[in-house]
């Protein structure tokens, strides 16, 4: 409150003593005052927290030393791909086959500034999916989860991925993304997601 209140103060007293140029002069008096008196307070993250997922147009680039989880930002996403699957009702004499529809999408998912030396653990909607240290209990179900992915480590050589090309971009219009890990998903089920992307945490 003092913040906002003592520039005006300060300047209305300066104005009533030296005119337009006191009333500049106790209004930067009084700024100096308040900001003294009642400081800014910013709170930054706490322990744990990290950003949304974005697919932001020029949105920077996360630097890892070490290693740090790291949200990603949606960098290409192909059209929602409609399949009709037939899906068994039940066992013998049980339920017919029926017929459902499901949606996929290819997609690509921003890391962090390469080149790294690897991804650790990944999170899909705060659910961990994989786990490649050696303590992981999950290695089986991550190397099932990582079969329709790519995961490029961001160095200067890497080429234009041939899935976005392919499903995309198209073939000329496809960037190699050099300088910047990511990962590339090849028409991933989303039908119990409506077709939205997962939020992603590396």
Known sequence: ???????????????????????????????IIGSVVDPMQVRGPS?????????AEGAPRAIVYGTAPVTGNVIASG????????????GKGGKPKVKREHAYRT????????????????????KLVYDVRPESPILAESQKWI???????????QLPDPVLQAQ?????????????????VDSEDLTERRGSIPQYRF
């Open 168 to 184: 995309v971009s198209g073939v000329n219009d496809t960037p190699a993304y050099r300088g910047t890990a990511y990962i590339v």
């Open 147 to 157: 079969a329709n992915k790519t995961i490029y480590l961001g160095t200067e050589a």
């Open 1 to 31: 409150m003092a913040r906002t209140l003592l520039p005006v103060v300060g300047g209305v007293l300066g104005g009533m003593v030296g005119g337009p140029m006191g009333a500049r002069i106790g209004f930067a008096v009084g700024s």
């Open 47 to 55: 322990i744990g927290e990290t950003g949304a997922q974005t697919s």
């Open 79 to 90: 059209e929602l791909v409609k399949r009709w699957v037939k899906e068994s009702g039940g």
């Open 107 to 126: 997609y690509a998912i921003r890391i962090c500034e390469g080149p790294i030396a690897g991804v650790l653990r990944v999170w899909e909607d705060d």
